[in-house]
Structures are given as structure tokens and as C-alpha cells.
């Protein structure tokens, strides 16, 4: 059998030469909607149809119907009204009754092209009006043999633009359009590219069928059959390319192999740590240990909610790499989450001989120079700090474990750069508090390792959520007094929004003027940490409420990130309506971290939209980061979930990863198969998949994520 081009000659015509187009309508086509060529008009996928297969009788309908199709003949027409109220209006008369149709616009036209006692299709959104049904602006067909009983398949409705609207290309005009190259294109010039075996096992439409069936289907079930084969494609296709790279990238990448837990490991194990691991600690510990025994470069990603103790994971990490000779760093996003993993990490390591030291673009001078010249000479074992770590200058002498946290933070060429800081790339542990669904994390983080901590340390009471407004405020600030007198401390966080960054500013000086009023000093005392203040004032504002000297911290979401403070019980947070459900996720995770009952409330205004409501029911309910990040994503849709939008990964035409998840889990499980018995896909089973993988445009840089 030829072999035929994957982008063949049709398919890659420029939309202008398709009939019906022309330059100047192929212009702004390629403008409005980035359709370049035949092959992208076949696939730009119908967002719903319109049933005009079957016909209604007048006598049928009802207010409760939505579009109806009627045969009929014209039996009066008449002009109504008087200067711009005019209209045209039209009586439809079946073998059943009578039905209204009136036009507003363009009725001029509509005036000379009706003609009484001729038959006609009629389509359009039944309506009421005083009492009467009409249909408003229908469509109107000359009946003829061929249309008689109405069209012999669903009618694609395609999204337009205001200005293709204007020149002709509403989404009728579309329709047209596709039906058009439809017609121009044989089965055979649209190619299988998934294995037989696949096909009859899901029982998926042929490919060549699908692309006519999605845009002309007959009936529903051949819509959805069209859609589902499209669909399990798409996500199909992804998987491969994410497992291919995964692949690649194992076995290109040579990695130091630590070959003994080593003394610090088990002397720190055995002897200093705090409390016992949780068992998810552990599994996490021990899939990072055959990493590192693999002589492959580890590329593993650690999600874990807040508080669930990835810090100690990281931790033994970096022993596991001392004992084995390395020195290990970790990176944080802020100055402020770097001092406290190095003090969290120095009391820790307080009675073992492990070197740790500190890099942030505030130390200067003396002090610089020092550590810089211990992490040459390999006296500093353990070095922490911000970006800092990836200056040309910091120069380690044998590098063998980089940790980077809020990893969502770091662009992916900034996290690159922690490879070129030893001959043999380092391992690499990339960990996050913002839980990725399951689903996402498949997409997205496909070529990394997931490991996942879904457990909390013992001991750790769920932190009790509730929602207020502004009716109950006193009653709330009285909460906080009670909390206070038992000697424990409160944070109030108010939103701040890039697009009215002046406005916020100047709620959260109002509140911390209310907050004032509640609290009086000498009584009580007040942190306030924002954005604008000098790093400085920010950090001793910060340091004063960690050691306890004030009672109460008001700040915006610089906080959200890290400030460990086991006293604090209370987080309130100002117009919770605002924040997206990981970012009141995040926040809430400030407090419940001692041993004491926590309470988070969330203050909204009386008016809420249905997205806002359901947002705080899902808080109010569960303190689950991975129930809570599903919703996320099924609020605001995948794109907006941080981190994803520079991946490029999510370029998906028809599937969507929240509603189609258990195609894509299909899809993986396909890949995944394929891949492990034929990673080449050299075999005759997958040469179809193998020629269209090479033959087909790179469309999406599939971007390295860690």
C-alpha cells in the first residue's frame, strides 16, 4: 500500500483557496480565529448543534420548547408600527394552525423576498409575546424535494467573532465553509494513526469517519462516537509525546548513583528526629532512595499539602546526599521562606556535624565572600537560599542534590540552570504545597516522577473553616479576643489584585485602621506587612509577630508563602469572594500548625456570585488540597492553575481534561503500554502511529519542567 502524506496536499492548502473564502476574507479568518489552512478549518470543532432533522406541528408546540422546525405555507405578510418601531410581521399557517413571525431588522429585505401561499422550512428560538407564540428572525428555506422533511443531519454550530460577523461569517457562514472542504476531501486524505488493536478495543470511530461525523453528524449518538474517537486521540497523542521525552530524558541522563544511606542519614534518623516519620514519608523516602541507586538523574516532583511534612523529607534528602559525599542546596522563592528553612534545618542539625549556611541577595560584603568560598571548597555541606543560589559565582565543589520549593514560583530555564552546576547534572526534587490534580499532574508533569505525601503528622487537628459577612464582624473580632487571652495569635489578610492594586491599598489601610479600633494598644499589638514597604520593615514586622511581641498580623498575600508561626490559630481573610480556591487553600494553611485548635473565616459582602458560593461551600467542607484543587480546576478550567500556562502543554482543540478525565486516564494507560513494549513504536503494530508522529508539525514546544 502508498504510503500517503500526513499533511497532504489539500490539507495544507491556505484557507484563502478554499471556495467561498478569497484574500481578504482568508485574512481576517487567519486573524480572528488562527485558522491558516484547510487543515485547521477541519479542526475547528462544532461547540454544539441544532437538531433540524425533524419537523414540529404548530398545534405541538409550547412556551417550553426551545428551537422548532416547522413546514408551512406564508399566508399574510404586513408592516406594523410606525418609524423605528416598525416591523414585518408573517402568518405560517401547517395543516395544524397558525404561528407568528415577526422581523426588527434588516424587514426591508425580508419584505421583498417572502411571497404569500408558498411553502417554506422554518427554523428559529421559539418565544411569547403577549400571550401569542412567535418565532423572531427565522430561518427560512424554499421548500423544495430535497429538504422536504427537514435536513439529513444535525446542524453545526460554530463560535464567530463580532467582525466575521459583519463580513458574512456568522456561524452559518462557517457551516458553509467546512461543508464546502468536506466536499473536496476524500476518506483516504485523512489517515489512521492509532494502533488496530487500540481501535477495536474502545471501540473508537475510524479517524478519516470521525472528521466527517464531528462536523456533518446524522444523529446525537454519532456526535458523541465522533467526538470520543477526536477526543481519545488528542489526549492519546499528548501522552505519547510526554512518555517519549520521559524516556529520552532517562536515558540520556546519567545521575550519581548513592551507592550507602550514610552516616548523617541514619545518625540524624536514629537519633534527632523530632517525631516519627508518617507512612507517606516514608514511601516517598524510599522512591527517592531507588532513584538515587539507579545511576539515572532523578526528576521528581513532591506534592503535599501544607504542613504535611515535605521540609523533613527534604531534609534526610540532603543527608542522604552528604553521606554519599555531595553537598545538597535548597532553593526558595522569598527571602523570607529561605531564613526559615535555614533555621527550621540549623536547630534541627544543631548536635550533628552537617555544615548548613545561607545565600540571599542581602548578604553582602565579608559574609559573602565566606560562604561562597565554603561552598568551593566543600566545607558547607548544606546551602539554602533564593535565586541567589543560581549566580555564575556560587560554584559548589560536588554538587550531587538540588531541592527546589513552591517550584511554581521558578521559570523552567531558572530551574535548568541548577543542572550546569555540577559535570554530572544533580538529582533534582522539585516540591510544591499547591496540590496538582491528578488529572493536570498527568499532563503536565508527565515527564516527572510524582510523588505524593497524603498523609498529615499525627497530632495535627483539621483547622475548623467557617463563613461570615460583614453583619457579624464585631462578633468575629470578639472571637479573636478570646483566642488572644488564651495566648494565642490571629492573622486578617485583605486581597490584593494587580488591577486595582491603589484601591486594595487603601481597604487595607482602612481595615488596619478598623482593626486598631477593635485592639487598642497597650492592650494589644499590631503587625502590618504589604508589598510597599521596604524589605527591612517588612521582615522586622514579620520577625516581631513570629517571636510573639505582636498580637495580630494584617497583611496582604505576601504571606500566603511560608511564615511558620505554631501560635497563630486564627486566619480571617477580607473579601474571601475575590481569591481563587488554592490561593484561600494556601492561606488557610498558615495556621493550624501547632498543636491547638486552628480557625479559619472567611469575611465576604452580602452579594455573591454562584462561582463565590460555591468556592467557600467547598472550603467551609474540606480541608483535602487535592479535593480542593479538582474544584479549582472545574471552577477556572485547567490554564489557570499556576504553573501550567508556561508548560504550552495544555494546546488542547476538543478534549477537556476536568470533563474527560477518564478518557485521558484511557488514553495514558494506552501510552504507557505501547511505550513499555515498543519505545521505538518500531514494530508493523505501530508504524501508522510512528510515521504520523514524524510527519506531523511540531505544534506545541513540549517544555522541559523541571
Not at 468575629?476 to 486595582?500: C, H, N, T, W
Not at 482543540?653 to 513504536?681: M, N, S, W
Request: charged share 25%.
Amino acid at each position: 500500500m502508498i504510503a500517503i502524506s500526513y499533511i497532504t496536499s489539500i490539507l495544507s492548502n491556505p484557507i484563502e483557496f478554499l471556495k467561498g473564502v478569497g484574500p481578504q476574507r482568508g485574512e481576517l479568518i487567519r486573524k480572528e480565529l488562527s485558522i491558516y489552512s484547510f487543515r485547521d478549518l477541519l479542526e475547528y470543532f462544532p461547540f454544539r448543534y441544532v437538531d433540524r432533522t425533524k419537523l414540529d406541528r404548530i398545534r405541538d408546540l409550547d412556551s417550553t420548547m426551545d428551537f422548532v422546525q416547522i413546514r408551512g405555507k406564508i399566508v399574510s405578510i404586513e408592516v406594523l408600527g410606525e418609524n423605528r418601531g416598525k416591523r414585518l410581521r408573517a402568518v405560517l399557517r401547517d395543516e395544524t394552525g397558525e404561528l407568528e413571525l415577526v422581523w426588527f431588522q434588516g424587514w426591508q429585505w425580508m419584505q421583498k423576498a417572502l411571497r404569500e401561499n408558498v411553502a417554506y422550512l422554518v427554523f428559529g428560538r421559539l418565544s411569547v409575546f403577549n400571550g401569542t407564540l412567535q418565532i423572531s428572525h427565522p430561518e427560512m428555506d424554499l421548500l423544495t424535494e430535497n429538504i422536504a422533511t427537514g435536513k439529513q443531519y444535525l446542524e453545526p454550530v460554530y463560535s464567530t467573532t463580532e467582525k466575521l460577523k459583519v463580513r458574512g461569517l456568522t456561524a452559518k457562514g462557517i457551516a458553509k465553509l467546512t461543508k464546502n472542504l468536506l466536499e473536496q476531501l476524500s476518506l483516504d486524505e485523512i489517515p489512521e494513526n492509532i494502533p488496530d488493536n487500540i481501535l477495536q478495543q474502545y471501540r473508537l470511530m475510524p479517524r478519516n469517519q470521525a472528521y466527517f461525523k464531528i462536523h456533518l453528524p446524522a444523529n446525537e449518538e454519532e456526535a458523541k462516537a465522533a467526538q470520543r474517537r477526536l477526543k481519545f486521540e488528542e489526549l492519546f497523542l499528548t501522552q505519547i509525546r510526554i512518555l517519549r521525552m520521559k524516556l529520552r530524558r532517562q536515558q540520556a541522563s546519567r545521575g550519581y548513583v548513592y551507592n550507602n544511606v550514610g552516616d548523617q542519614f541514619t545518625e540524624f534518623y536514629n537519633n534527632h528526629l523530632p517525631f516519627p516519620l508518617t507512612g507517606a514519608q516514608k514511601r516517598v523516602l524510599k522512591e527517592i532512595r531507588q532513584d538515587t541507586m539507579s545511576g539515572k538523574q532523578m526528576n521528581r516532583l513532591l506534592q503535599g499539602d501544607v504542613g504535611s511534612g515535605k521540609t523533613m523529607v527534604a531534609l534526610l534528602t540532603m543527608l542522604l546526599a552528604n553521606g554519599n559525599g555531595f553537598q545538597a542546596c535548597l532553593m526558595a522563592p522569598t527571602e523570607i521562606l529561605a531564613q526559615q528553612h535555614y533555621k527550621g534545618i540549623q536547630e534541627l542539625l544543631a548536635n550533628m556535624p552537617v555544615n548548613v549556611a545561607i545565600l540571599t541577595g542581602a548578604i553582602k560584603g565579608k559574609a559573602r565572600k565566606q560562604i561562597l568560598a565554603g561552598v568551593a571548597d566543600g566545607t558547607i555541606n548544606i546551602l539554602i537560599g533564593t535565586h541567589a543560589l543560581l549566580e555564575n559565582e556560587v560554584v559548589f565543589q560536588n554538587l550531587g542534590m538540588a531541592i527546589v520549593d513552591e517550584q511554581h514560583r521558578f521559570g523552567v530555564a531558572q530551574r535548568a540552570r541548577l543542572w550546569q552546576k555540577n559535570t554530572t547534572p544533580p538529582h533534582i526534587l522539585v516540591m510544591t504545597a499547591t496540590p496538582i490534580p491528578r488529572t493536570l499532574a498527568m499532563t503536565v508533569y508527565g515527564d516527572l516522577d510524582v510523588s505524593i505525601i497524603d498523609e498529615m503528622p499525627p497530632g495535627r487537628k483539621p483547622i475548623t473553616t467557617v463563613h461570615r459577612n460583614e453583619v457579624q464582624r464585631a462578633q468575629v473580632m470578639d472571637f479573636i479576643k478570646d483566642e488572644i487571652k488564651k495566648g494565642r495569635q490571629a492573622y486578617i489578610v485583605y486581597p490584593l489584585i494587580e488591577d486595582s492594586e491603589k484601591l486594595d491599598y487603601e481597604n487595607l489601610m482602612r481595615g488596619y485602621e478598623e482593626v486598631k479600633a477593635f485592639f487598642p494598644e497597650p492592650k494589644y499589638f499590631i503587625s502590618m506587612v504589604h508589598g510597599k514597604q521596604p524589605a527591612d520593615m517588612r521582615e522586622t514586622n514579620m520577625q516581631r509577630f513570629v517571636t510573639g511581641d505582636t498580637n495580630i498580623m494584617v497583611a496582604t498575600t505576601v504571606i500566603e508563602v511560608g511564615v511558620n508561626v505554631p501560635n497563630a490559630s486564627v486566619m480571617v481573610i477580607e473579601s474571601t469572594e475575590r481569591f481563587g480556591l488554592s490561593q484561600l487553600h494556601q492561606l488557610r494553611g498558615r495556621v493550624g500548625r501547632g498543636a491547638e485548635q486552628s480557625f479559619c473565616v472567611l469575611m465576604t459582602g452580602n452579594k455573591l456570585s454562584n462561582d463565590s458560593k460555591e468556592r467557600i461551600k467547598v472550603m467551609v467542607q474540606t480541608n483535602d488540597g487535592f479535593v480542593i484543587s479538582e474544584k479549582d480546576m472545574e471552577l477556572r478550567g485547567p490554564g489557570d492553575i499556576e504553573g501550567t500556562r508556561q508548560s504550552g502543554v495544555l494546546d488542547l482543540k476538543l478534549a477537556d481534561i476536568v470533563a474527560d478525565k477518564a478518557i485521558l486516564a484511557v488514553a495514558r494507560e494506552c501510552a504507557e503500554k505501547i511505550l513499555t513494549q515498543d519505545p521505538e513504536l518500531t514494530l508493523p503494530i505501530h508504524k501508522r502511529l510512528h510515521d504520523f508522529l514524524a510527519n506531523e508539525r511540531s505544534k506545541s514546544q513540549w517544555s522541559k519542567i523541571s
